[in-house]
């Protein structure tokens, strides 16, 4: 039961466009969402985080959006490098004392 | 300060096998974690520990047991290896109980034939 889904396996875009990758979740009781980007033969590296009050974050060329309502968010990149080429994975957990579930990842290729 | 470390980076185990994965971690974190990562699956927690001494289940526990001795050390076990074990294997570390961000190690490759 993957309470945490992003749909796309891969995504690919031109370098200094705008990157959007997507994120499902079934579980309600969710109220803390991050996003972990990893590169091959390394462990996943934290970028960015968003709580449940709030519908956007953003932090330097990165923005994270919430919709609760639909349960979705996204994570966009602008404008897009070719050093942002990874697989990013989106995460959430139902509280600070709760396991964290993620998504299954989508891979990022950005083209120069 | 090395981060998360974990050893070996690969292994290869026979069906029946035995094998312990160490994870260390010199950031003085409380909390550290086992989890599995296979094709299209994402990232599932084994095991888990909120502190030196204690131990809990994860989402897919069966087959696996672990120990937390030393509170910078956090040690996965298989006692008899099946091939669907076959995995990446990520060990993560976290703060404590006021932070959600977990800290990675760059993950063990795991086949069992």
Redesign the interface.
């Known amino acids: 039961d993957q309470q945490v889904k992003q749909n796309s396996p891969s995504l690919s875009v031109q370098e200094g466009r705008i990157s959007i990758l997507n994120c499902d979740y079934t579980n309600s009781m969710f109220d803390y969402f991050l996003w972990y980007k990893k590169y091959p033969a390394e462990g996943p590296t934290f970028l960015i985080s968003i709580s449940s009050i709030k519908d956007k974050n953003e932090d330097g060329r990165f923005t994270v959006f919430l919709n609760k309502s639909a349960k979705h968010l996204s994570l966009h990149i602008v404008p897009s490098q070719p050093g942002d080429s990874a697989v990013y994975f989106c995460a959430a957990s139902e509280d600070i004392n709760n396991d964290m579930r993620f998504g299954a990842g989508t891979r990022l290729t950005v083209k120069p | 300060n090395a981060g998360?470390t974990q050893t070996p980076k690969f292994r290869v185990l026979k069906t029946g096998q035995s094998m312990t994965l160490l994870c260390a971690q010199d950031m003085n974190h409380e909390y550290m974690y086992w989890?599995r990562q296979d094709p299209?699956?994402?990232?599932?927690?084994i095991h888990?520990s909120v502190g030196e001494g204690t131990t809990a289940k994860?989402?897919v526990p069966d087959g696996y047991n672990v120990s937390r001795l030393k509170k910078q050390n956090f040690l996965l076990g298989l006692e008899s290896a099946a091939p669907s074990q076959t995995s990446v294997y990520?060990c993560?570390s976290r703060p404590g109980?006021?932070s959600?961000?977990?800290?990675?190690?760059?993950?063990t490759r795991l086949t069992v034939t």
Do not use: D, I, N, T
Request: no cysteine.
């Open positions: 998360v989890y299209g699956m994402g990232l599932r927690l888990y994860g989402e990520f993560a109980s006021y959600y961000e977990q800290y990675f190690g760059p993950g």
